[in-house]
């Protein structure tokens, strides 16, 4: 599982964050970028030693300074149960185009079946033949 993936599953979800300095945020996750860059909202933030915390409506993570994620145990149930749903329709997909291959071959050699052979009357070494 990728972590993206699971960032995007985790979309309005609770997580807590912590920050390679120390400092924790908890909040609801509104958007993340391929950087791994957060956007949070309700957001409490708790500093390092766990004396001070703030109260903010939103806040940007920058990802680079992300230590961890803790995300609840459901989104990773969501995210196993999206995986499986992807791979059953993959595997769906594959094996309709398989069949579909094989329906077009079999049906260019059943419905017509003078499609190969070649036409009595085409001269096949484009020579001109004179008859002087």
Same mark, same amino acid.
């Given at each position: 599982?990728?972590?993206?993936?699971?960032?995007?599953?985790?979309?309005?979800?609770?997580?807590?964050?912590?920050?390679?300095?120390?400092?924790?945020?908890?909040?609801?996750?509104?958007?993340?970028?391929?950087?791994?860059?957060?956007?949070?909202?309700?957001?409490?933030?708790?500093?390092?030693?766990?004396?001070?915390?703030?109260?903010?409506?939103?806040?940007?993570?920058?990802?680079?300074?992300?230590?961890?994620?803790?995300?609840?145990?459901?989104?990773?149930?969501?995210?196993?149960?999206?995986?499986?749903?992807?791979?059953?329709?993959?595997?769906? +997909?594959? !094996? @309709?185009? /398989?069949? %579909?291959? #094989?329906?077009?071959? &079999?049906?260019? =050699?059943? *419905? +017509?079946? !003078? @499609?190969? /052979?070649? %036409?009595? #009357?085409?001269?096949? &070494?484009?020579? =001109?033949? *004179?008859?002087?």
């Amino acid at each position: 599982m990728l972590p993206l993936s699971l960032l995007k599953t985790a979309q309005s979800h609770p997580m807590l964050v912590e920050l390679k300095n120390g400092e924790t945020y908890n909040g609801h996750l509104v958007s993340c970028d391929t950087w791994m860059n957060i956007n949070l909202r309700e957001v409490i933030c708790t500093s390092k030693d766990g004396d001070k915390f703030w109260r903010m409506n939103e806040c940007y993570i920058r990802g680079s300074t992300i230590k961890y994620l803790r995300i609840p145990d459901e989104v990773i149930d969501l995210v196993k149960e999206d995986i499986q749903a992807k791979a059953k329709n993959r595997n769906q +997909n594959q !094996n @309709q185009n /398989r069949n %579909n291959n #094989n329906n077009q071959q &079999n049906r260019g =050699n059943k *419905n +017509n079946p !003078n @499609q190969h /052979r070649p %036409n009595p #009357n085409r001269n096949r &070494n484009n020579v =001109n033949i *004179n008859k002087n």
